[in-house]
């Protein structure tokens, strides 16, 4: 494994970007809200935004990992996570062209589902392979947090979050299961999908660890980026039950959570660019130390 960027001063470029996925979540947001009671434009609406984010989100992580060698830890990790994004992408793919090509039929009933159960299955496998190897780096580099209670306490909370989100999603999805063959894909989707989730939410915690003892430095925005992803991933599972307790309809409720989808894959896109921003920096400031002559 390469040396990973030395923390520093956080790079004040980091900030308009941070803007800019601020900005696109409240666009679909208002977008969303505009056509709630237009079922076709609501879906052209989370049509478009999945595509931008989804090519956003394979860009950014693909950025990171041609920045890092061949053979290095963290190539195979942001690998890992690009074919995670561009699996995810297929997937918007496949929904996409049959709501273009069959509007009138949906996708449940499509002979494309199995498809997407297979890709979403992939993707999800190796987005969490990837989060797992992306947790351990800190041991890896020799950024190890020193036990605390108040790491114990992250991890508690991490754990029932994990349990109060995907606990009742997995009983759902099983119940499911040999009810019919669409039933049963989507089924294998939803189990896929939540086992996923509740392993990210898990990986939250020491990834924001790090993300805090390094605050300040250059590397601990991509940190914070793969935490604040986490965290809303989180809350896109919990809309279900979120939208039973916020005021207003619950089944808008649901649409409006639904598009956090778009913060959850724009910061795995802007993650990557931080890491390929960080580790550049690195690279022009090593070679600027041993250009500088000496005596």
Known sequence: MSASPSPGRASGSAAPWLGAVAGLQVVH????????????RLSLTGDVAGWAVGLLAV????????????????????????????LSLVSTAL???????VPDVPFASSPLLPVRMVVVVLANVSTTFALVLLARTYRQSGLEPPPSSRATVLWAVAAVSALAVGGPALVTAMGHLGQGF???????????????????????????????????????WVWWAMGVSGAVWLLYDA??????????????????LRTLRTSGLAMLGLAGWLQRSALATSQRESRARLAAPTG
């Open 239 to 256: 809309r279900e039950w979120l939208a039973m307790v916020l005021p207003g309809n619950p089944t808008e409720v649901v649409e409006l």
């Open 29 to 40: 947001l208002l977008a969303a809200a505009t056509f709630l009671q237009d079922a076709h």
């Open 59 to 86: 860009a950014g992580t693909l950025a990171a990992t041609l920045s890092f060698a061949p053979g290095d830890y963290l190539r195979r990790v942001w690998g890992l996570l690009t074919l995670g994004a561009f």
């Open 95 to 101: 929904r996409s062209y049959w709501m273009h090509a």
């Open 182 to 220: 669409a039933a049963t894909c989507t089924a294998v989707i939803a189990l896929a999908s939540t086992l996923a989730d509740m392993t990210t939410i898990l990986l939250v915690a020491p990834i924001l660890r790090v993300a805090y003892m390094l605050r300040g430095g250059r590397l601990a």
